[in-house]
């Protein structure tokens, strides 16, 4: 069986609504590339001809390229491609495939394979899964506003969450949530919808300007003593009025820590 690819282009704040259609029209898996100047670049695998044909059509205006790679055990290659990862100091991602064991001194999550905003390859993930690590005490309740794949939310639970939800307002973004986790806490819509004062952790992995304009209702559905972990944006994007206790940076990105 030939292995067949759709390769394109758009921009980071795009990325995510981009992967989601991909999905829905029947990609095997999505491997990602972001570039400095807020570009990126995704490549989609499908396993007929007739499917990656038809997401070329409805892509066109992307332009994007279409790629005959030939024969080959592209299930074997795609396998291979994402391997566990240990995150932070008790984290060990895994694909579902996987059947390996996480190390004595780690917690299993499985991640959404495919999509590296899910995997944990992102540094703005892995600043927020490791500041979860510091968060998330037994029983706490945690939210993620801008859920995505949720893969926040299934460390929050390893770590020994007692209640997780989330919001996006990206109705395919929560239904892929949905599915990964098993959660019914997850809904379309934004923060506004959510309870004053009911959570123990809130976590938001979206961008500056979002984190900005909506760090009052944050606050809100934050109970005294939370932890508010925002992240999605580079060093330099720390969006204002924030009363940081803590950043922590990588490879470019930001996550800041607010504690209530």
Same mark, same amino acid.
């Given at each position: 069986?030939?292995?067949?690819?759709?390769?394109?282009?758009?921009?980071?704040?795009?990325?995510?609504?981009?992967?989601?259609?991909?999905?829905?029209?029947?990609?095997?898996?999505?491997?990602?590339?972001?570039?400095?100047?807020?570009?990126?670049?995704?490549?989609?695998?499908?396993?007929?001809? =007739?499917?990656?044909?038809? !997401?070329?059509?409805?892509? &066109?205006?992307?332009?994007?390229? *279409?790629?005959?790679?030939? @024969? +080959?055990?592209?299930?074997?290659?795609?396998?291979?491609?994402?391997?566990?990862?240990?995150?932070?100091?008790?984290?060990?991602?895994?694909?579902?495939?996987?059947?390996?064991?996480?190390?004595?001194?780690?917690?299993?999550?499985?991640?959404?394979?495919?999509?590296?905003?899910?995997?944990?390859?992102?540094?703005?993930?892995?600043?927020?899964?490791?500041?979860?690590?510091?968060?998330?005490?037994?029983?706490?309740?945690?939210?993620?506003?801008?859920?995505?794949?949720?893969?926040?939310?299934?460390?929050?639970?390893?770590?020994?969450?007692?209640?997780?939800?989330?919001?996006?307002? =990206?109705?395919?973004?929560? !239904?892929?949530?949905?599915? &990964?986790?098993?959660?019914?806490? *997850?809904?379309?819509?934004? @923060? +506004?919808?959510?309870?004053?004062?009911?959570?123990?952790?809130?976590?938001?992995?979206?961008?500056?300007?979002?984190?900005?304009?909506?760090?009052?209702?944050?606050?809100?559905?934050?109970?005294?003593?939370?932890?508010?972990?925002?992240?999605?944006?580079?060093?330099?994007?720390?969006?204002?009025?924030?009363?940081?206790?803590?950043?922590?940076?990588?490879?470019?990105?930001?996550?800041?820590?607010?504690?209530?």
């Amino acid at each position: 069986m030939s292995l067949l690819s759709l390769r394109l282009q758009c921009d980071i704040d795009a990325k995510d609504s981009l992967i989601a259609e991909l999905y829905g029209l029947g990609t095997t898996g999505i491997v990602e590339r972001e570039e400095l100047g807020g570009e990126c670049f995704l490549e989609a695998f499908f396993g007929t001809q =007739d499917e990656v044909e038809l !997401a070329a059509s409805l892509l &066109a205006a992307l332009q994007p390229e *279409l790629v005959d790679h030939g @024969a +080959r055990d592209y299930v074997r290659e795609f396998q291979d491609h994402w391997q566990p990862l240990a995150v932070g100091k008790r984290l060990w991602l895994a694909p579902p495939w996987d059947a390996s064991p996480a190390p004595d001194d780690r917690l299993r999550v499985e991640y959404q394979a495919g999509m590296a905003c899910g995997s944990g390859a992102h540094p703005c993930t892995q600043l927020c899964l490791e500041a979860l690590e510091e968060a998330v005490a037994p029983g706490a309740r945690v939210v993620d506003v801008g859920v995505g794949s949720g893969i926040l939310l299934m460390a929050s639970k390893a770590l020994g969450a007692g209640l997780v939800a989330g919001c996006d307002i =990206d109705h395919d973004a929560v !239904a892929i949530a949905r599915e &990964a986790t098993g959660e019914t806490r *997850l809904f379309t819509g934004s @923060a +506004r919808s959510l309870r004053s004062a009911a959570f123990d952790v809130v976590v938001a992995n979206i961008s500056a300007e979002a984190v900005e304009t909506m760090l009052g209702e944050l606050r809100r559905i934050a109970a005294p003593g939370a932890r508010v972990i925002v992240s999605g944006f580079r060093e330099g994007d720390l969006p204002g009025g924030l009363g940081v206790s803590e950043v922590h940076q990588r490879d470019g990105w930001a996550c800041a820590v607010l504690q209530l």
